[in-house]
């Protein structure tokens, strides 16, 4: 059962510089408790399984970083796997219920609480300051992966919500760059590109399928998703003016049955649409799909629900945390600072995993133009860019995953505006109640 507390923050460990030398210590065993710390065997021969989400792109990235990694500790063998986010969450959800979670998983922020809540993912606090630096990460991104008390994630980097617009699609159609706007705005200027485009290409994707977009509506208002005490913030009627949009939208942008066709890649990855509202380090990804011949991206602020509103945030892109049935917590905790400090990580998946929030990570990444370009997109957006809302309640993720699934039924026409609303708020409600 999960229970739905009020999130209590601790202060991150002091940062001290990261020990160089071969004997590495941490807790012993799995428990992640704050007992005197097991000398670890650099010459142990150990093998991590570690898991992501992303695709091939992504996917060629770690392997070059486990390289990387096994040149300075060619004692650990690390086993990868990759799935598209929906599949990764699924599996992670049956191997938890079995005790069989990887030692080492990409995390998403969503996710954090319920994890860290059932005992699932291993305290880190014990390995901050010697296994893992903290000296490269600013508190406010330690405090990130803190849930009620324990330090259970270690953000890699972080991004922003977003427009990604495809230049030349754009000009192959002849319609310029969207410049800005509100989200009347914004779906005027996909239906001119889908005009444009004779029905061999949209101007974009029905935004009302992304809960993101709905929560940077409510943000515009002021209101966060949910409260600090994990209380519903919107209401029925809130929702359902939300997803009304989406009945013009829908009748000029790419149909659902053609998105399920092309399922996994989106229309954007398939050159099929022209924008895509997303988080800005979806850029290097995108292009890998579009493959030869597509060499930029455009990428801008999303459409302006209120003038001034501080409508946007800063979120970690992914964390990184470790199972806490992992038999090996030193050498995971080890293979966790290589990923998220090292500049050689830096250099290898330069903004791919967002910006990097670590200092050293940073200053090893030698941003290329999308990576540039992404940064140059978060200074540009300073002035909509609020605090962060609360850590995700438990179960947000199937939330998000229930709300994009209604999305697709409303694109289908198999379900009303009113049915879906019901839907979501009787979800909701198991979700809360749980």
Request: net charge negative.
């Amino acid at each position: 059962m999960f229970n739905i507390r009020k999130r209590r923050m601790a202060a991150a460990a002091a940062a001290v510089a990261a020990s160089a030398a071969l004997v590495l210590t941490g807790c012993s065993g799995g428990s992640g408790g704050s007992e005197a710390a097991a000398t670890y065997d650099p010459d142990e021969k150990v093998t991590l399984n570690l898991a992501f989400w992303g695709n091939d792109v992504r996917a060629a990235l770690y392997d070059e970083a486990i390289a990387a990694f096994n040149e300075e500790y060619p004692n650990i063998t690390v086993n990868s796997s990759f799935l598209g986010f929906p599949e990764f969450w699924e599996k992670r959800q049956t191997e938890a219920a079995g005790g069989g979670l990887p030692d080492v998983m990409q995390f998403d922020y969503s996710y954090l609480r319920q994890y860290s809540e059932n005992g699932l993912l291993l305290d880190l606090e014990p390995y901050l300051g010697n296994i893992i630096d903290t000296e490269p990460l600013a508190d406010n991104i330690l405090q990130i992966g803190v849930v009620d008390g324990e330090t259970t994630g270690i953000p890699t980097s972080t991004n922003a919500w977003g427009l990604f617009t495809n230049p030349k699609l754009l000009e192959q159609v002849g319609v310029e760059e969207f410049e800005g706007g509100s989200w009347e705005d914004y779906s005027d200027w996909m239906a001119e590109v889908s005009e444009a485009g004779g029905g061999a290409l949209w101007g974009g994707t029905d935004y009302t399928g992304r809960i993101q977009n709905f929560e940077i509506q409510q943000r515009a208002k002021g209101e966060d998703l949910f409260t600090e005490d994990g209380e519903p913030n919107f209401t029925e009627k809130d929702l359902a003016a939300f997803w009304e949009q989406g009945e013009d939208v829908r009748a000029n942008t790419i149909p659902q049955q053609r998105l399920e066709e092309i399922y996994p890649v989106s229309g954007f990855d398939a050159a099929l649409t022209t924008s895509e509202l997303t988080w800005d380090n979806f850029g290097a990804g995108y292009l890998g799909n579009l493959g030869e011949g597509y060499t930029e991206l455009g990428l801008v602020a999303p459409p302006v629900t209120e003038e001034g509103a501080k409508d946007l945030y800063l979120k970690p892109s992914m964390l990184h945390s470790i199972a806490s049935t992992t038999k090996h917590p030193e050498a995971a905790a080890t293979l966790v600072n290589f990923l998220v400090n090292s500049p050689e990580a830096g250099a290898i998946f330069g903004t791919n995993r967002g910006l990097p929030a670590s200092k050293t990570m940073l200053e090893g990444a030698e941003l290329d133009p999308l990576g540039q370009q992404i940064s140059d997109y978060e200074d540009s957006i300073a002035d909509r860019l609020g605090d962060a809302p609360p850590v995700p309640i438990v179960g947000y993720g199937s939330l998000e995953e229930k709300f994009r699934q209604l999305g697709q039924e409303l694109g289908f026409g198999t379900l009303t505006v009113d049915e879906a609303v019901e839907q979501f708020f009787n979800e909701m409600d198991v979700v809360l109640n749980q």
